[in-house]
């Protein structure tokens, strides 16, 4: 590509835009990044997808009120008793008032239950992917850095958790601490459970990538000249190579959120996430697996809301990756 | 070849050693991190309405008393010698390899466990079959042709792939053949040996929604890395020298393309084996995943350990095995 980009890639610290003298306008690397990211329609949506869910998860409480939803209000007189409680009327009792239908058996606003659980299911998967990248980073970018015995004990650190069966680690940890740890019960308890279950046993998927970075950066010119200037192991670890590693690691944790999506939903989906009255996508999806027989709609509301959620979060993730690796394309 | 072999297997073994330490570990203390005291541990081992003096005795032969390491290595020595609990009405043995002992339905954990595992490996070997074929195949046509119309079309459908979770797929591909139309309705596991054909025509839906989801992230990888190797220097050298095309794809792209993809893969299949908790809840499989499941639901610890130190065992295994296969192929591998 042009030269301005190249140097900005071998040199991401070099100031944004060089003397003002030049007619030629220098673009940082985030500039560059930007442009490419502009021209990927595909990224573009995706990206305003994931910015409406974000903002729709963190509104739900008020928009439900705005609306009059009320993800726990049963609507009995809505249901077939002499069908064992199915929605009256064909797609599932959609109607006006509930556009898209009413669960079986209490009749609750599926609409109002699927914006109920997307905050839940957002602020799961951003907190597993926060525990678990920063954990990945800072042992990854350290055994990369340092080497020796310490590369070797984060290294087999890394292949004891790589072989532990994840899930069902996660099932059965969320299953004991169900009744109450940390000084915690409820909802905040199983949320904060599942953040640590699923971020916890992730980290060594990160730390390989950081580590593997860090090998190739630490024998660059700008780390030794750091270091010919009297700078130490942190100032290094955190002002010199952290900084380069931004473009991975916001990459793999854009790539990360759908993945902790779609394992939240899994966990709840096996009854040991996010448990009831408070709606969740796979708790939903549980619960229409006993429905979808006579009442399919059930299952596709909770079920496109997962396909969405995590596809618009894929497509912003390979979005980046391409636009911030120039090598991928 | 053989000192590697030897050095390897050895170094899965510590692995095991460390994981089953560790998944020891934290089952024990987990409850007593929750706030749970020796006396309740105790009667989640027997059951409803359990006496004092049952709980004494629960706590006294496992142990709960004495100290993690003790416990560990009593665990240890039922696996290689089988262990004795004399308590209750008639004592119990657990036979070699003892797993555990559930004290909650009388009966021993390796057997009972062994038995599901039929099931789990035709799901998991038949899905892999499947999306092993159908994910190589579309990443590398993908890859040679890209932005061509099937490239879009296949990567299309491979994007929507990784973002189906496998109980929504497997519960949409229920709805419309086993209810819509009823042509794989009753759908329930035949063994191989008894009617191979009924072990396929169950299995299948299964196999589909699982292998959709893995066939998906496959192609994405084998067309990544496909692209990635065609550019190489290696690959225009052979074209010079006038090998036939499909030589150059198979035998210089594809095979160096699919090294990554057979490290995956082995992590893959052993996190399979383990149990495919979702794909099995959805079809109702009666196989390792919903033992483990089962287990979790009743609270039944020494269960729960046992189905997870299998997986971890299946898990170590396939990688060992890929790392084998590795060094077979490339001498680099053994002799660094």
Redesign the interface.
Known sequence: MTAPMTTAGNAPEAPASPSPAKTIEGRSLGRIAWTRFKRDKAAVAGGIVVILLILLALLAGPLESLFGLDPDQPNTDLLDADLGGLPLGDWGGMSADHPLGIDPLQGRDLLARVVDGSWVSLLVAFGATVLSNTLGTVLGVMAGYYGGWVDTVISRLM??F????????A???S???Q???FGLHGLPLHIMVLIFVIGFFNWPYMGRIVRGQTLSLREREFVHAARSLGARGPFILFKELLPNLVGPILVYSTLLI?TNI?FE??LS????GIQPPQSSW?GM??D??NY??VD?QY?VVP?LA??IT??AF??LG?GLRDALDPK?N | MFAYIIRRIFAAAA??L??SA??FA??FL??R???ETADQLAAQYIGKNPSPEAIAAVKKNLGFEQPLYTQYWHFLKGLVSGAEYKFGPEPATCHVPCFGYSFKNHLEVWPEMTSRIPVTISLAIGAAVLWLVSGITTGVISALKPRSVFDRLSMGVA??G????V??TG??L??VFS?EWPILDNLHYVDFTEDPLMWARNLILPWISLAFLYSALYARLTR?GMLETMSEDYIRTARAKGLVERKVVVKHGLRSALTPIVTIFG?DLG?LL??A??TE??FSLNGVGQF??QA??D?DLPK?LG??LL??FF??VC?LVVDLLYALVDPRVRLS
């Open positions: 292949d004891v790589l072989a532990f069966p994840l899930l069902l680690f099932i059965a940890i299953a004991s601490l009744g109450g740890a759908p779609l939903a899994g989906f096996l009854g040991v796979g999806l549980a229409a697996k979808y027989q399919p299952m079920g997962i396909f995590v596809l894929n497509l390979d991928s | 692995l095991l460390v994981v560790v998944t934290i089952f987990l409850p991190f929750a706030g994007l929507a990784v973002s189906l979770p109980f929504f519960a949409l229920l709805t209810y990544a992590m996190l383990g149990g908790l979702i809840q959805v483990a499941v979790i639901n609270n729960v189905v997870t997986a971890a898990i170590v990688n």
